[in-house]
């Protein structure tokens, strides 16, 4: 498996997460962007990955959904990209989660009709990986 790529395995959808990780209340919020991130401590499925993200605009931030989706699009590509900045991170910290699995929530909070380019993006996204810690 790559390292730079983000497979359908890895979009996190199923609800009983999702709820999971917004009560985990963990963030790190950025200029554009809000992470949300738990460590699931329930055990994997041999299908499941270890990384599992969940990108989010809302229509009160972002009015048009033309925009809306390019701006996930983008936060999918740099989060793509930058997936192996957290990997390493995580590794680094010595620290092992017993059949962990990292989930993160990427929201959308800019403001205003400016939007960011990519390469602003991605390097909030690579700064706010950077200070996620393990378990």
Known sequence: MHVNSLRKHE???KKQQISELFRSRKKLKGEYVRVVYSFAE???SSGE??????????RKTVHDA???????????????????????NIESDGKECPGGQLCLAFIYTGAGERFPDF???R???RRLLRTIKSC
Request: aromatic share 4%; proline share 0%.
């Open 123 to 125: 390097r909030e996204i």
């Open 49 to 58: 990955a270890q990384l599992a993200a969940l990108f989010a605009v809302s």
């Open 66 to 88: 033309v925009r809306r989706n390019r701006i996930k699009r983008l936060m999918r590509e740099a989060y793509r990209q930058e997936k192996g900045v957290l990997s390493e």
């Open 42 to 44: 329930s055990g994997r």
């Open 11 to 13: 979009i996190l959808r």
């Open 119 to 121: 390469a602003v993006l």
